[in-house]
């Protein structure tokens, strides 16, 4: 069992920047794959980032790719998405998932987090 916390969303400008953090329980951090998704009022939850579960290999949804980062520190059981150069279209409730490997679609995740709310006026 995992259990996930997302923190550090807020209101942002175009053109700024926000960190956000995955904070998991359990001694078993290292054994999943964590990702990222999104969620915008209407929408499907979107697919952003993925990261293995070393850290070693990464992967990108195309509308993020050159502006997030996705990382991990295993020994603090967080995963990170450090967001740059945000725009309008970021605009959604972010939620870290894990699961044992990467996968893109979001009903392939067996744990969610509660999400963090990002917003991205223009």
């Known amino acids: 069992q995992v259990q996930l916390v997302e923190s550090g969303g807020g209101l942002v400008q175009a053109g700024g920047s926000l960190r956000l953090s995955c904070a998991a329980s359990?001694?078993?951090?290292?054994?999943?794959?964590m990702a990222w998704f999104r969620q915008a009022p209407g929408n499907e939850r979107e697919f952003v980032a993925a990261?293995?579960?070393?850290?070693?290999?990464?992967y990108y949804a195309d509308s993020v790719k050159g502006r997030f980062t996705i990382s991990r520190d295993n020994a603090k059981n967080t995963v990170y998405l450090q967001m740059n150069s945000l725009k309008p279209e970021d605009t959604a409730v972010y939620y870290c998932?894990?699961?044992?490997?990467?996968?893109?679609?979001?009903?392939?995740?067996?744990?969610w987090g509660q999400g963090t709310q990002v917003t991205v006026s223009s």
């Open positions: 998932g894990a699961r044992t490997v990467v996968v893109t679609t979001a009903s392939g995740y067996d744990y």
């Open positions: 359990g001694r078993t951090f290292s054994s999943y794959a």
């Open positions: 990261i293995s579960r070393s850290g070693a290999n990464t």
